[in-house]
């Protein structure tokens, strides 16, 4: 290992040696540093705010270096850098304020992880048939981080529960062990990449350290890293240093990543080498069993039989009925009266009503399919196995996959819940139908000018 790893580690150390010393609540208040560099003679660590480098100066300057010390023998210097300085200037008079987690300071319990939601746990986690495997997969992680299954995937489509799932892995570890878990979206580890990269030295070297040397690297929702090629590569450097020194990774992402389009290859099979698994919407039974579970930690009795009533018009994903439970326990605690099957009704009849956009779309490409091949769209997401409907229904996923976002797993489901492979399956039988001839491309063309106009004008 080089000598700036080494620094590293000891600046580690002298952080787990603080923190046991003092006071959680201060420690959480002023040991937000961010290790950046050091050779024996100094340390250099990242501070949010000015406000913060003066007071962490005052107070804890000698302790750190003392600290410090005692580990490698001699005393360095300790050098405090302001992270992201405010651009705002303060009002007159105004006096600053450290930047502080807003709600950590009170609600949270002390040693709430600062990125991580605390309620995203596994014992707020309701598992059924159809997400089992992954929360089994991901349990196994939390007791056994970086051995079990690494890199760990999780994917599937919106609002069924991957980031719980994934956080509830940080929270169990960032709990139990003294393992230092890192949550990001890509979104933001794009952002925060895009910045280093504009500034000084320091900053590009602050943002690959805080990365490689974690112990846990929890990253959401990969499929924003679809175009954006310098920050894949930055994460598959990111990806070897942590794979080598067995540190665990967790990603999610909205599909398999087979369907990843413009997508590193190198990071693709990484990703991939793995456990992958995927979550599937709840059946009615794990839709009622949620419901249950989150009036209950809501403190609001719900009967059973608008549990049943919601179950059964929401099929969608556990975002869209945790959605409609906030409606009626809003109007409880609004009205206070008990919810009945006719509010309910009422209540969240636009809810019931409306199919959901991603409906709407993909049964605009069936509608428009299915009239053109002079058949019915029943039997375009039915079984039946004829060539003159099995053509028109992988034309129609084919076309589906092109013009839209969905997900092929997505895709299957509207096609009377056929697996994404079957999908893929059609993708690919198309593709080659359209090599083999070429006019066939005209054809497509013309069927997706048809579906945006008939999708315009309703
Ligand atoms: P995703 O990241 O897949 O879009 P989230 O993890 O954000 O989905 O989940 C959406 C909401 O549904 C969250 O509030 C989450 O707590 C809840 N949720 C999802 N799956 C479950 C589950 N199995 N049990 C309890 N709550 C769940
Ligand atoms: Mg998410």
Redesign the pocket.
């Known amino acids: 290992m080089s000598e700036k790893n080494n620094f590293h580690i000891v600046w580690d150390e002298a952080i787990k040696q603080i923190r046991a010393a003092l006071d959680e609540q201060e420690f959480y208040t002023w040991f937000n540093l961010d290790f950046v560099e050091a050779d024996e003679n100094s340390f250099v660590v990242a501070v949010p705010s000015i406000f913060y480098q003066d007071q962490v100066k005052k107070r804890y300057q000698d302790y750190i270096e003392i600290k410090i010390e005692e580990l490698i023998g001699r005393k360095p210097s300790l050098k405090l850098v302001v992270k992201d300085q405010n651009p705002l200037p303060l009002p007159d008079g105004a006096e600053p304020e450290p930047k502080r987690q807003p709600s950590r300071q009170k609600s949270l319990p002390k040693n709430a992880h600062p990125q991580l939601r605390e309620d995203?746990s596994f014992d707020?986690?309701?598992?059924g048939e159809n997400?089992s495997f992954a929360a089994n997969a991901a349990q196994a992680i939390a007791r056994n981080p970086g051995k079990a299954y690494n890199p760990f995937l999780i994917y599937?489509g919106?609002?069924?529960?991957?980031?719980?799932?994934m956080q509830s892995i940080g929270n169990h570890l960032h709990a139990d062990t003294d393992l230092k878990v890192i949550y990001v979206s890509a979104e933001t580890f794009t952002n925060e990449f895009i910045e280093s990269i504009q500034g000084a030295e320091r900053a590009k070297t602050s943002f690959k350290n805080r990365y490689r040397f974690t112990d846990v690297l929890l990253m959401d929702d990969i499929h924003f890293l679809q175009k954006k090629e310098g920050t894949q590569e930055e994460l598959f450097y990111t990806f070897n240093t942590l794979y080598d020194a067995k540190k665990q990774m967790v990603f999610?992402c909205d599909r398999p990543i087979s369907e990843l389009k413009d997508f590193n290859d190198r990071l693709r099979s990484r990703l991939g080498q793995r456990l992958n698994v995927d979550?599937q919407p709840?059946n009615y039974e794990t839709r009622c069993a949620?419901l249950k579970?989150?009036a209950e930690a809501s403190g609001i009795s719900i009967p059973d039989d608008v549990i049943d009533l919601v179950s059964k018009n929401i099929s969608t994903n556990?975002?869209d009925l945790?959605s409609a439970l906030h409606t009626l326990t809003a109007y409880v605690e609004l009205v206070g009266k008990p919810i009945t099957v006719e509010i309910a009704q009422q209540r969240l009849k636009d809810v019931f009503a409306s199919p959901r956009q991603s409906n709407l779309s993909i049964e605009i490409v069936q509608r428009v399919i299915a009239e053109k091949y002079n058949i019915s769209t029943s039997d375009l997401k039915g079984k039946k196995r004829n060539s003159s409907i099995v053509y028109p229904r992988q034309l129609a996923m084919y076309i589906i996959r092109e013009i839209t976002e969905y997900t092929t797993t997505e895709i299957g489901s509207e096609f009377g819940g056929r697996d994404h492979t079957t999908v893929m399956h059609a993708y690919q039988k198309i593709e080659e139908r359209i090599k083999l001839y070429p006019s066939m491309d005209s054809i497509i063309q013309g069927l997706i000018r048809a579906i945006k106009e008939y999708s315009a004008k309703s």
């Open positions: 995203y707020n986690y309701v598992v997400n599937g919106s609002g069924l529960g991957k980031t719980h799932l999610t979550l709840p949620i579970k989150k556990v975002r945790e």
